[in-house]
């Protein structure tokens, strides 16, 4: 009870606190909006912008993991801050460091929605199709894109999976058995539900057989004593 108290009472700030940015951002008060997520982070999470924004991605993650569990919503909360410190600066016309925030997001709420997170709290589906959206002509990091994958699949959105993988392998990720392993996944499903995915059975038959042409090679050289 007091966990979802907590939960609750972090929501609702974050709600109001959004509202407040909206119209700071208007007024083009940058620095007012910035100390608004500055204050929502250190009464939540006790951090600060600084160092936040100076951790990797990993770190972040170890610390909301305790006794071997995330906990995911707390991570989830933080991907909801850092997403709207991004879109101050956006707001702002700094598009470097509005994009390294997006990109941090993003690979948070992902991973939080891996493992557990409620999707329902902050609307988390929404939030990761925006930042998909403002990311979508950079190259996403391997290390987000490997949780795309995962994360297109839980949803039923196979064609999108089927697009990280194909990103991964061309930027040179070993993912030959991830992507056979992929498909044979999908042919197990319903052919209905491949087709609202996106990806229709047929079009995962002849998947599975252009991947396999594709990863031939790879196979061969690595058998090669």
Known sequence: MFRRD???????DMTAMVAKVFTLKQEKKTTEALWEIDELLNRHFRLNSRLLNSLSVEDIIDMYILGGVVESDRLQGVARLLKEEGS???AAGDKDAALFRAMRSLHLFVYADLHGADRELMEMTKEIDELLMETREYKIPAKTER????YMESLGRYAKAEDSLYR???????VASEGKELYERLLLKPEEDLARGGLPAEEVR????????????????????
């Open 88 to 90: 101050i600066y956006a």
């Open 168 to 174: 991964l392998w061309e930027h040179g990720e070993a």
């Open 6 to 12: 907590y939960i609750v009472r972090m929501i609702e």
């Open 206 to 225: 002849q998947g599975l057989a252009e991947w396999g042409r594709l990863t031939a090679g790879l196979s061969k050289v690595a058998k090669t004593p």
């Open 147 to 150: 949780l795309l994958l995962t």
